[in-house]
């Protein structure tokens, strides 16, 4: 047998020895991956679970407590569009006040059905019925520290985990590829991988200070230009995570929305014109990343959530309030901030919910902040909500021509308003062409 020439060039040496060092590290890793993927994913499911028992209970807890059973029922109907199977409702003294299978057809909920109100709150199992899993959770509900109901929630643990897997599954090859690239690069001309990872970190930072946006930019066809591609792609791949969690949230949360529009019809359609706005002043503040943007019309959209816990006989009254019913409006930012600050992804959006009804000179709700202590985007829905209530009919008035509005802006210039932001907001409503639904509103008030 011819003896086999060892390789005399060192780059051929170190690829070769880095050909094989991947290979055993990425054969180790894919097993160990893969052995753990479905305990991760199984583990994740749970997690999410019980973060959505957590946000229902929340939210039912003061209609529960109220005693209020057609918002009870509202409530709970909007959540079945929102990816649970089943859910079952009860009173503190095991009434049922909520049940989306009241013929008693799923087998697998029987159980849940007959037992005691309070006997197995905290609980979570699985159930497997038809060749599929599923994920009881049974919490209490609570309305402050006293126990008001129950809330038994099932969701489809098959469908849920293999989802999760697929989720995830991209992570895999793309970090596989990224590292072999890394390898490939090391033993490359040295001045080409450097000169790509000061990109790359560069984008990094960028992205880290959460700019999904950023790309790195390529050019030529070697290694470190697939690395740059494998790297994009990588990106692509977070975003896409990032905006399908965003918008499985947004999910649940706009059925809220349409729940609270539905109350009152001053308020449909506000919370999008709102966001409208917020989009266009930031138009005007370009040091801003496009995903933090994002979160700030976000935040736009779901600024009177909290209004879905104000009674109606306050909420719709047409005459003026009193101080005591101004006081139970005013709690509206505190009640949004509650519904959201349960989900991880929105807890800042919590926080500047609930404060975009602070004034510049500190006389504003619920904390008295004043100038910059009050957060940013807070202090651009301010501005937003106030320009959607002044060009809307009210009961009191006609919508204000848009040279009013500019002028009532820069009047509450540095008392109510943020200087800087009336002076973007002031710029495109001088400049730019009124939205879709602001011509609307316009062209009905003529």
């Known amino acids: 047998m011819p003896r086999i020439a060892r390789p005399e060039s060192l780059k051929i040496q170190l690829t070769v020895g880095s050909a094989f060092v991947a290979s055993v590290i990425l054969f180790l890793t894919y097993f160990s991956v893969t052995g753990t993927a479905h305990k991760i994913a199984a583990e994740q499911t749970r997690k999410r679970l019980a973060e959505r028992q957590r946000s229902i209970s929340s939210i039912l807890a003061e209609s529960i407590a109220a005693n209020d059973r057609l918002q009870v029922n509202l409530l709970s109907k909007t959540f079945l569009e929102s990816?649970?199977?089943?859910?079952?409702?009860?009173?503190r003294d095991g009434s049922i006040l909520y049940d989306s299978d009241p013929a008693k057809e799923n087998a697998f909920r029987n159980g849940a059905r007959s037992r005691p109100s309070l006997v197995a709150a905290g609980t979570l199992e699985t159930v497997d019925v038809g060749g599929k899993t599923f994920l009881h959770g049974a919490s209490p509900i609570r309305f402050g520290t006293t126990a008001v109901g129950t809330l038994d929630l099932w969701l489809n643990g098959t469908d849920l985990e293999a989802e999760i897997l697929r989720e995830h599954s991209f992570v895999y090859p793309i970090l596989a590829l990224g590292f072999l690239l890394m390898l490939a690069l090391a033993v490359g001309a040295l001045q080409i991988p450097f000169r790509a990872l000061r990109r790359l970190a560069a984008a990094a930072e960028r992205i880290q200070a959460g700019d999904l946006s950023e790309r790195v930019p390529i050019s030529g066809r070697d290694e470190v230009a697939a690395f740059c591609q494998a790297f994009n792609r990588m990106v692509d791949g977070l975003s896409k995570a990032q905006e399908e969690i965003l918008r499985r949230h947004l999910e649940t949360i706009r059925a809220m929305i349409s729940a609270v529009e539905a109350k009152d019809s001053y308020t449909q359609g506000h919370c999008v014109r709102v966001q409208d706005y917020t989009a266009r002043?930031?138009?005007?503040?370009?040091?801003?990343?496009?995903?933090e943007r994002r979160r700030i019309e976000?935040?736009?959209?779901?600024?009177?959530?909290?209004?879905?816990?104000?009674p109606d006989e306050i909420l719709l009254k047409e005459g003026r309030l009193s101080k005591k019913e101004m006081a139970v409006v005013r709690t509206h930012v505190l009640i949004g901030e509650k519904i959201l600050q349960h989900l991880d992804s929105m807890?800042?959006?919590?926080?500047?919910?609930?404060?975009?009804?602070?004034r510049w000179d500190g006389l504003g709700y619920p904390d008295g902040l004043r100038s910059d202590k009050i957060p940013f985007p807070s202090r651009?829905?301010?501005?937003?909500?106030?320009?959607d209530a002044m060009l809307t009919d009210r009961p009191y008035r006609k919508a204000l021509t848009r040279e009013k509005v500019w002028e009532a802006l820069e009047q509450g210039s540095e008392t109510q308003f943020d200087p800087a932001i009336v002076k973007s907001a002031v710029a495109f409503l001088k400049t730019e062409e009124p939205a879709?639904?602001?011509?609307?509103?316009?062209?009905a008030t003529e």
Request: proline share 3%; aromatic share 4%.
């Open 83 to 91: 990816g649970v199977e089943a859910l079952l409702v009860r009173d």
């Open 281 to 291: 002043i930031l138009e005007h503040f370009p040091g801003i990343s496009i995903s």
């Open 298 to 310: 976000t935040s736009a959209l779901l600024h009177d959530i909290g209004k879905i816990g104000i």
């Open 347 to 358: 807890r800042d959006i919590a926080h500047w919910i609930r404060h975009h009804h602070e």
């Open 380 to 387: 651009v829905i301010a501005v937003a909500d106030c320009i």
């Open 436 to 443: 879709p639904q602001e011509a609307a509103l316009a062209h």
